[in-house]
């Protein structure tokens, strides 16, 4: 199971980290990414990160902006946002996958496991 937290209101220009967590699974293994969906809109990747936390993967949206990082011995994986713009409100989801690479790390289909969103409203 995999919840996000850490949504909230905050200014243009302004930061917030989000907190996905794992339960009841060791998502060690797994690589993770972070989708957002704004009204109205399609589902969009956002972020993604290797089991070892190696490698990342980045939508050109939030490139230098958005830093994903993770916690293996806390089964959490986090999404540092800066710099933020109204147009990336939205509900923020995290997926997780046993396996990703370069082609299908930012496709929706790779993730088996998806938590509940919180939403992220950044005001102008």
């Known amino acids: 199971q995999l919840q996000a937290s850490g949504g909230g209101l905050v200014q243009a220009g302004g930061s917030l980290r989000l907190s996905c967590a794992a339960s009841?699974?060791?998502?060690?293994?797994?690589?993770i990414a972070w989708f957002r969906q704004a009204l109205g809109k399609e589902r969009e990747f956002v972020a993604a990160?290797?089991?070892?936390?190696?490698?990342?993967y980045y939508a050109d949206s939030v490139k230098g902006r958005f830093t994903i990082s993770r916690d293996n011995a806390k089964n959490t994986v986090y999404l540092q946002m800066n710099s933020l713009k109204p147009e990336d409100t939205a509900v923020y989801y995290c997926?997780?996958?046993?396996?990703?690479?370069?082609?299908?790390?930012?496709?929706?289909?790779?993730?088996?496991?998806w938590g509940k969103g919180t939403l992220v409203t950044v005001s102008s």
């Open positions: 990160i290797r089991w070892s936390g190696g490698i990342t």
């Open positions: 997926a997780a996958a046993p396996r990703i690479i370069t082609s299908t790390a930012r496709m929706i289909t790779s993730y088996d496991y």
């Open positions: 009841g699974r060791t998502f060690s293994s797994y690589a």
